[in-house]
């Protein structure tokens, strides 16, 4: 399959806003999310797309937003049930499909870090804190924190980097009480989603929450506790002090990482072995998780 899900000519002439990985349709009233097999790394889009990725990122997020009952945007999960114009081809869009209510979306992400990894281990090198969150000294790469910290950042446009916020700094932006219900909620989300995982020998080292408000409730919306947006890491190879095995998208940035790639511009194309590896890797975090066996969904 190539990177991008192709569609009949009467979806294409609707409104749609291409991010990262998720192509948003406007239909009136409801949006139409479809999830594609692009992967991006270091806010890039990567050339080479992942065969079957947005339907395990699609159908992870579903088994979360069924499992942790929290208000969000889901309206519909099967593609045959939606109101689509005619022509479409469904069967492109199955799995990896679902109608969403509109809301006004929240423009801080909630970043929720479990362990000490990523741009917060290089963050607390250098200062001792993660994002202003000020830390216990001697902490090693990978060590679990403490207790879980929260520290949003701004959305990056494509090709753009996200940027670390402090709390204070979303507060002039959400205003005191509605950061503080974001916190809140994210912390409880995250914690919760690692108690199962857990049982599932998954650790969560970190994730990232969307939310949305509506009237005056504010809901998850886009994706989930998935491989994009989270670091999922095999319980039982867990040593701290040292990078750990993942089953995200880390295995992706480490081979560009290693290619001289400036991180500046577009990223190189990904080989064969790395694109099998990387989906096997998506396929296991939804198997592992769900209990369930991968397969085309809705």
Request: aromatic share 8%.
């Amino acid at each position: 399959m190539s990177s991008n899900v192709v569609l009949q000519t009467s979806l294409e002439d609707l409104p749609v806003r291409r991010g990262k990985v998720r192509d948003i349709y406007d239909l009136g009233d409801t949006l139409l999310l479809v999830s594609t097999d692009r992967i991006s790394a270091f806010d890039w889009i990567c050339p080479t797309g992942i065969p079957d990725k947005g339907r395990v990122l699609t159908q992870i997020s579903n088994f979360w937003f069924d499992r942790l009952k929290e208000p969000n945007h889901l309206l519909e999960t099967d593609v045959n049930r939606i109101d689509l114009p005619v022509g479409v081809d469904r069967g492109s869009l199955a799995g990896r499909t679902i109608l969403v209510r509109k809301t006004e979306v929240v423009p801080v992400e909630c970043v929720v870090r479990g362990y000490l990894v990523g741009s917060g281990w290089k963050d607390y090198q250098r200062t001792g804190a993660v994002c202003g969150v000020q830390l216990p000294a001697g902490l090693k790469e990978c060590d679990k924190l403490p207790e879980p910290i929260f520290t949003p950042a701004t959305k990056a446009q494509v090709g753009e980097h996200d940027e670390n916020i402090l709390f204070e700094q979303m507060i002039e932006i959400c205003g005191p009480e509605k950061a503080e219900q974001l916190r809140r909620r994210s912390i409880d989300i995250y914690l919760r989603a690692c108690e199962h995982a857990a049982s599932r020998g998954i650790i969560i080292a970190d994730t990232k929450f969307e939310f949305g408000q509506v009237d005056d409730e504010l809901i998850l919306i886009d994706e989930v506790l998935t491989p994009d947006s989270s670091r999922f890491w095999p319980a039982d190879q867990y040593q701290p002090g040292q990078a750990q095995p993942s089953f995200d998208k880390q295995f992706v940035r480490d081979h560009l990482s290693g290619t001289g790639w400036d991180k500046n511009s577009e990223p190189p194309a990904l080989p064969d072995d790395v694109v099998t590896k990387t989906r096997a890797k998506y396929i296991e975090a939804y198997e592992r998780l769900t209990g369930q066996e991968f397969g085309i969904r809705g």
